[in-house]
């Protein structure tokens, strides 16, 4: 089944899965529409990381490893990176 999904589907999943079991796992949220959110917003994020993984000229086989990633470190996290990587560069 996976293998007939577009790249950027199954890192999309990948992240959704991987937040969810996060959450669920670290008890971090117990109301299930913040989990859902959570899960969403990390599928949305790798939706996004895969423009960068394309301008980049990367395989499309990084996108599941970039949806589990995102799905692991979580929103905070890959916000908290993000944030400190454009200061850096803001500051140079």
Do not use: N
């Not at 969810?20 to 939706?47: F, H, N, P």
């Amino acid at each position: 089944m996976i293998k007939h999904m577009p790249p950027w589907l199954s890192g999309v999943l990948m992240a959704v899965v991987v937040a969810m079991l996060r959450v669920i796992y670290d008890k971090q949220e117990t109301d299930w529409s913040r989990m859902a959110l959570e899960a969403v917003i990390c599928g949305a994020l790798t939706l996004a990381a895969g423009s960068a993984i394309s301008a980049m000229g990367l395989s499309d086989q990084w996108h599941m490893f970039i949806g589990g990633l995102i799905g692991f470190m979580g929103v905070h996290t890959v916000r908290r990176i993000t944030v400190k990587a454009v200061e850096k560069r803001i500051d140079k």
